[in-house]
């Protein structure tokens, strides 16, 4: 779409419709076709809301920052009255909403045409996307037999295949930054609290899980969050306040920083090494560009961690199912949820009261010990870790499918989740900001992720230094092959 038009992202894409030189029914035609052309191959558009996007253009649109650009909505959360869902799962198909949740009122008055929703594992609780409720898997555009990650493995798709500019997200593990790795696209997962969850959610996952957009430039995402930020009405917690917004962050440098270079797992083990590769270029890069680069990684407990959001997650999913099927009046039957989901509700059985608070609290100290780490009073923390964003390439299809019950080797297990995403987590469960940054490629074509977190409220910081590295290394010319 924005080939065709000439612009390289979606903030170009909006002045094109400002100027009068598109429409925003012309655009909603072009990802229309789009979604004709490549959805049978990709698989990641769904629930397309043709009516409902056309009422909105000839009603008038909000004059936002992206007025007439088509949009898409992850198939989880997000709730919108006129979007139904079916949140990955079979059981909760074509679920309906009495009233448009606060983040979707913000994403609206910024002017998008909202068309449909995108893919999403069942209960968004995998790095790929292989739901059984849309037929089959999710297909990563740059290769085929390759998974475009998850949990927001279709809006990954979507934007990397350019069905849309840009699309909504959601990150309670990774769920952003994954598919943005994969898909070669930008990625950011704000603080804990920047965006709002209500009214139907005072929190996700216990404070991890939090809303976020693919794009494919740093300024459409700061745009974006600028526009959405801020807790609605009634929210348990707030974000510490921003002080000039991301939009202005990125109009100039940050100051030179202290970056953390860490080329190995958090605990020290081996990566691909074509993934490790693309993170001592990107120190390079940084280092070229003035900043300290200094190798050390972080001391915390994450196995630790990783089984609290493990037992969180588990205790989450299982309460979804069980209130979907209070609401039918029914019990549970084959078919309806997929074999991961079963085996974390088995798992969420065995979990008492005191052991999920005391996951929780395992996941607070967790945060703890990581704020000690980019602490300046503690022998001048670093102001940025920078790390891979997988330990992998992209995964095959197939390698992360939900068809077995086994909840913790799914999840924890030698060649589970978090032995191929052991980055992402870290940072929803520490509540930072953290971003992947599409800087590397592999032989054999497929993206490669680099990771930034910075310190708790330190989202303009960590915008800045992402938008300078896409001064100094752009990424928009790259197109996938399958599109």
């Known amino acids: 779409m924005m080939q065709d038009h000439g612009a390289a992202d979606a903030t170009a894409l909006a002045g094109l419709v400002a100027s009068g030189a598109v429409s925003p029914a012309e655009l909603l035609d072009a990802a229309l076709a789009a979604v004709d052309r490549l959805n049978p191959v990709l698989n990641a558009v769904v629930l397309v809301q043709e009516p409902a ?37 079979a059981l909760l198909a074509n679920t309906r909403w009495p009233r448009d949740s606060a983040i979707f009122a913000r994403i609206r008055a910024t002017g998008v045409v909202t068309f449909g929703r995108t893919t999403a594992p069942e209960g968004g609780i995998g790095p790929a996307t292989e739901s059984a409720v849309y037929g089959g898997p999710t297909r990563n555009p740059w290769n085929l037999a390759h998974t475009p990650g998850g949990s927001s493995g279709g809006a990954g798709a979507a934007v990397a295949a350019g069905i849309v500019p840009f699309a909504h997200g959601s990150d309670g593990g990774g769920s952003v930054r994954i598919p943005a790795s994969s898909c070669g696209l930008f990625g950011f997962k704000p603080t804990r609290a920047r965006l ?13 899980a939090i809303d976020g957009f693919l794009t494919r430039s740093v300024r459409d995402t700061a745009v ?17 306040p921003l002080a000039r917004g991301h939009a202005q962050a990125i109009s100039r440098p940050p100051r030179r920083l202290r970056i953390a270079l860490c080329d190995t797992t958090f ?10 590769a693309a993170v001592l270029d990107a120190a390079r890069l940084l280092e070229g560009l003035g900043h300290h680069i200094e190798p050390l990684r972080p001391r915390a407990d994450f196995e630790g961690m990783m089984r609290a959001w493990t037992d969180i997650v588990a205790c989450g999913t299982a309460l979804g199912i069980r209130k979907a099927l209070a609401a039918r009046s029914r019990s ?3 078919g309806d949820v997929e074999s991961v989901a079963r085996g974390a509700i088995a798992h969420a059985a065995t979990i008492s009261g005191e052991r999920y608070l005391e996951a929780v609290a395992e996941i607070h ?23 891979a964003t997988l330990a992998e390439l992209p995964a095959r299809i197939g390698r992360f499918a939900h068809d077995n019950e086994d909840y913790l080797n799914y999840r924890i297990g030698p060649k589970g989740v978090f032995a191929y995403s052991p980055f992402c ?19 054999d ?28 290394a752009p990424w928009f010319t790259r197109r996938p092959p399958n599109v």
């Open 445 to 472: 074509g497929l993206p490669i992720g680099v990771h930034l977190a910075a310190r708790f409220g330190a989202d303009e910081d960590l915008m800045a230094l992402c938008a300078e590295i896409e001064r100094a």
């Open 332 to 334: 549970l039957q084959p």
């Open 425 to 443: 987590a870290v940072f929803n469960a520490s509540g930072q900001p953290a971003a992947s940054v599409p800087l590397g490629m592999s032989a």
């Open 224 to 240: 974006m969050l600028d526009a959405c930020e801020g807790a609605d009405l009634g929210a348990p917690y707030w974000a510490p």
């Open 196 to 208: 709002p969850d209500g009214p139907y959610a005072g929190e996700g996952w216990a404070g991890m």
């Open 267 to 276: 605990t020290g083990g081996a990566i691909h090494p074509e993934v490790r």
């Open 53 to 89: 996007a056309r009422a909105a253009i000839a009603a008038g649109l909000p004059p936002g920052p992206f007025c007439g650009l088509p949009f898409l909505l992850k198939d989880l959360g997000c709730e919108a009255v006129d979007f139904p869902a079916h949140n990955g799962s």
């Open 365 to 387: 100290a967790f945060g703890r010990q990581m704020a000690a780490f980019f602490d300046p009073g503690q022998g001048a923390g670093p102001d940025v870790l920078l790390s």
